[in-house]
């Protein structure tokens, strides 16, 4: 059985100290938002994992190869280099969305995300013997969104064809697979899947060009980590652009 690990990483009581003792300034949020999404990705990144910021207060990484002691420091260090601290939560399943619903209740369980009463609280379990095909990455990019969107439209414009897309896509994944697609910059979106066939991933293609007129292409690959698999899966997708196809598996 393949099993991805899935860790829920939130902020703790981030809502009330956004406004503590007044209103913080916008931009002073979202440098510090930023900032721990890069430390996290450089920490988990580094260990073969990948994080994805999602809605800043809340990230999702596939941590498969991060055991418990590489989560407690990772708690840790944040909580000794930030203003904030983060509760985390670790789940494991073959289905994605199985292992974060694990991972959300471990956290939901130890309190509310804006609980004074709740920091830095950590339960999870952990893929001990890792399979060599345990992750499986879709990388999935716009058929030449340059000449359609970048080159012709400005960037507002372009913003919300890819966002139509991605959104389209996202629902779609989740829905028919339990799989998380995330959006990672340009016109990238990355999902963590469950074992996919061909077909699976053009019915995903077809739905979106039907549904949100984006047209898309995917690479798709496997590892025992997220970066062997999705390291893989961009290796497939370059695959695409050479044979001109829509689905190649690494
Ligand atoms: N996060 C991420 N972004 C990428 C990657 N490759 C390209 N991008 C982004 O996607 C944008 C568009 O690049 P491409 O997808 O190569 O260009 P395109 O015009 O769509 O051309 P084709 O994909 O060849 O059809 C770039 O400006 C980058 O922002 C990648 O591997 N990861």
């Known amino acids: 059985m393949t099993a991805a690990q899935l860790t829920l990483v939130q902020i703790d009581n981030y809502g009330p100290w956004t406004v503590t003792p007044e209103p913080r300034r ?13 430390d996290l990705a450089q920490y988990i990144g580094n260990r073969g994992g990948y994080v994805f ?18 989560h407690d420091l990772l708690q840790e260090s944040v909580g000794n280099r930030f ?30 995300a804006q609980s004074s009463d709740r920091s830095e609280a950590f339960a999870g379990e952990f893929r001990d013997a890792a399979g060599d095909e345990d992750v499986h990455i879709a990388h999935f990019d716009v058929n030449d969104a340059t000449g359609k ?38 016109d990238n979106v990355i999902a963590v899947c469950p074992d996919l066939a061909h077909d699976d991933y053009m019915g995903a293609i077809d739905h979106v060009a039907d549904d949100a007129d984006v047209q898309l292409k995917v690479g798709v690959g496997s590892g025992a980590t997220p970066h062997d698999a999705g390291y893989a899966a961009k290796h497939a997708l370059e695959d695409c652009r050479y044979e001109g196809t829509l689905v190649e598996f690494a």
């Open 53 to 70: 910021f999602t809605r800043f207060d809340n990230m999702v990484a596939v941590t498969n190869g991060l055991d418990r002691r590489d």
């Open 83 to 112: 203003p904030v601290t983060v509760s985390l939560g670790v789940g494991v399943d073959e289905v994605p969305i199985e292992a974060l619903e694990s991972a959300t209740r471990r956290v939901q369980a130890a309190g509310s």
């Open 26 to 38: 916008e931009m002073d949020l979202q440098t510090l938002q930023s900032r721990l999404f890069a």
């Open 149 to 186: 969107y970048t080159d012709r439209m400005n960037e507002f414009d372009s913003f919300i064809n890819i966002e139509h897309g991605y959104a389209s896509l996202m629902k779609y994944m989740r829905e028919e697979h339990g799989a998380l697609s995330f959006f990672v910059g340009g």
